[in-house]
């Protein structure tokens, strides 16, 4: 399996040093600092509210991972402050257990320059490690970045439920040849080919 708990690799992306790793305990500081590093309305996006700080238990949640039937990728800075500016998780559903819906989270300093279309594509190969076969976002009518994010992979089928938007996206339909070459653009040490993905 690739996407280990101890799965970290350094990248770059439009000139700027992360690391890519998978969420442990320890990164509950960098989860509870990167909220306050997010606008009021990145937030409402995210988290569907208001939202000052995460509780302990929150941050367990977030953390301690089983790394199976809940899964997540952190981006952290490669040089400097060494801040978390990204997440994006995936969380089996109990009812369709070949279904995750997913949350992304990108500070609002590093929005708009290919994070999330990044993490997206390498929690599509975690996820077929882990026999998920489609992704399920559900999100505020006027977050409009994430909308553009998911029909960017490929067609997803679109529902609407009272407040909110879901969006279920088959990974059998995705091209899978062009999502492992956009990874090993950014990651060439990566082995898309492991594991049958």
Not at 169 to 195: A, C, F, Q
């Amino acid at each position: 399996m690739i996407f280990a708990p101890e799965f970290r690799l350094p990248f770059r992306l439009r000139g700027n040093k992360f690391f890519v790793a998978s969420l442990t305990p320890a990164d509950r500081a960098h989860i509870q600092a990167g909220l306050k590093l997010m606008s009021q309305e990145s937030i409402r996006n995210r988290f569907m509210g208001s939202k000052k700080e995460f509780t302990e238990k929150e941050l367990d949640y977030f953390t301690s991972l089983d790394g199976w039937n809940h899964y997540a990728l952190g981006v952290e800075e490669g040089g400097g402050h060494h801040r978390g500016v990204a997440v994006i998780r995936m969380v089996r559903s109990e009812a369709r257990p070949t279904e995750a819906e997913i949350a992304i989270t990108v500070i609002d300093e590093y929005q708009k320059m290919g994070l999330g279309s990044f993490l997206l594509d390498l929690l599509v190969l975690a996820a077929l490690e882990r026999n998920i076969e489609q992704f399920s976002f559900t999100f505020l009518p006027q977050n409009e970045g994430i909308a553009r994010l998911i029909q960017k992979l490929g067609s997803p089928e679109l529902i609407r439920e009272h407040d909110t938007v879901r969006m279920v996206l088959l990974l059998r339909k995705l091209n899978m040849n062009k999502l492992r070459s956009r990874v090993r653009l950014v990651l060439p040490e990566i082995d898309t080919g492991h594991s049958g993905i």
